[in-house]
């Protein structure tokens, strides 16, 4: 009987551990969930004859060990700080790995081992990055067998509230794990436009913005996503001119965080002494310059941050609290934790709504010798079910579940530490999405 483990049962698990218990039914399998929440794990596996949940402190290396030693292969969906931990002692029992986060470059250098070792670690195994990467290469590729070149490059992900929900003025709810919203922009970004590199540093990312319409949802406002200019080489596309990766909200959103940005509260770094103690105004107060006037804090913050003491932008940060007399009073220790312990109560998604995952992607090819240039439009909206399964639950879990499937099955003929840019693994991740529903609405203009 071959074991899964799954290391975390957060926010997007649901779909990736019902999606696996119901192929352990079929191809005799048996699926581990393991979290530092006992509860959660249990709510997860939820009494499946195929499953158990049990509870496992992650710090705890010899418990770890154990349970990556007895299992078939690891599905880590933890937060990227133990990717590379958990990919070494899946090397040294020989395990294969999945994962939906980011490519370290520690574990990238594992590559060789793994690959004499006979291991897979699959990263970049869910939805951005996951589906947008394999999504865009079924098109990058099919340009080149056409003859074709890519001339401009653009892809947009992200997960929404659904248009018609209307539960807060940030237009925004937390449907995945809140400190990656609070961190978002924290790397900066960089990328190409008409030839021209561009690097926008954390202060800037959110001022950098741009419309972009989605058919059936609207126009939604862009700013740009981390480091675009790595996927040139990784996606082979050594002509492009311009190369964007970008992320989507609500128009408004944008302009609201970057102020929090600029006021420094986005912050893990720096632990606060007795910030736990300490009101959400006098934890504002910490980031105004002593010399800034004004009299009230409200009055303060909006001179020292040159916006409206009245605009929209301040409307926003009083209803999160940040002004507020009542005390932050929970387990918080830097600036960062406050705003997550501020998004996790302030911007639930309401019982009984639904959520939206969109990738988005305009790609501009120009076809040598037939003077012939045309922009592929690539459109996935997927809306989640209310009381089953959040989109961004399945459309991260789903892909990841997808590859356990196929590596279990000897249906994925590489090693080594790769990601989903090889056709072995895109075509049949992304046939069997459509299943299941996830799909891309194309159409192609032609260009003059």
Known sequence: MKKILILGAGQSTPYLINYLLQEAVQNNWFVKVADRT?????????????GLAVDIDIIDRTLRKTEISQSDIVVNFLPPKFQYDIAIECLEFGKHMITASYEDANVAALDKEARCKGVLILNEMGLDPGIDHMSALSIIHRIRRDGGYVNKFYSYGTGLPAPEVNSNPL?????????????SGEQ????????????????????????????????????????AMKYQKLFRVSKVKTMIRGTLRYPGWCETWSQIVKLGMTNESIEIHHLKNKTFAEFTEMFLPIHISG????????????????GKIMENLKWLGLFSDNVINNGVVTAADVLISLLNEKLQLPEGERDVVILHHEIEAVYTGKEKKEKTISTMVEFGKPYEYTAIAK????????????????????????????AAIYEPVLNELKKHGIEFKEKTIQLK
């Not at 937390?174 to 400190?179: A, V």
């Not at 590199?197 to 913005?209: A, P, Q």
């Not at 009230?296 to 003491?309: C, H, M």
Request: proline fraction near 6%.
């Open 38 to 50: 006992l509860s959660l794990a249990q709510s997860r596996v939820k009494d499946h004859p195929r």
């Open 171 to 183: 237009r925004y709810c937390i449907t995945w794990n809140p400190r990656n919203i609070v961190m």
């Open 188 to 227: 900066g970004a960089h990328y190409m436009e008409n030839s021209k590199v561009k690097i926008l540093n954390h202060n800037n990312v959110f001022r950098r913005t741009w419309n972009v319409m989605i058919d059936g949802i609207g126009d939604l406002e862009a700013y740009p996503n981390r480091d």
């Open 295 to 310: 009299g009230s804090i409200e009055a303060r913050v909006a001179n020292y941050l040159n916006i409206s003491p009245t």
């Open 395 to 422: 459309t991260v879990g789903l892909p990841a579940a997808i590859a356990v499937k196929l590596a279990l099955t000897e249906q994925l003929p590489m090693l080594g530490c790769v990601q989903p840019v090889h």
